[in-house]
């Protein structure tokens, strides 16, 4: 697989990731971020990276901050939510 197509595949999962965080589906959440962080890995480790695909994968990964912000405020919102529910009822 060539750099640029694992990168790709990559912001795809991203975008899987933060689907199923808004969806709150934590079993799937689980199995799509373990994807993620072999990719992560993956790509980290990639052989002979010229200067421009590791700053393309720095920004990528450092974007990786915004996909788990969103994974954690709908944790968060769960959570809040059943507290709640919980308190009312």
């Known amino acids: 697989m060539q750099f640029d197509h694992a990168l790709e595949h990559l ?3 991203q975008q899987r990731l933060v ?3 808004d ?3 934590w079993q ?3 199995m799509v971020e373990s994807e993620c962080q072999m990719w992560m890995h993956e790509l980290s480790e990639w052989p002979d990276l010229d200067v421009l695909q590791t700053e393309r994968l720095r920004r990528h990964l450092l ?3 915004a ?3 969103r994974v954690i405020n709908a944790s968060i ?3 809040y939510l059943r ?3 919980a308190l009312a009822g």
Do not use: N
């Open 67 to 69: 996909v788990y912000q």
């Open 23 to 25: 969806q709150q589906d």
């Open 19 to 21: 689907d199923t965080a």
């Open 83 to 85: 507290f709640s529910s």
């Open 28 to 30: 799937r959440l689980a």
């Open 11 to 13: 912001t795809r999962l």
């Open 63 to 65: 974007g990786m901050t």
């Open 77 to 79: 919102e769960h959570i």
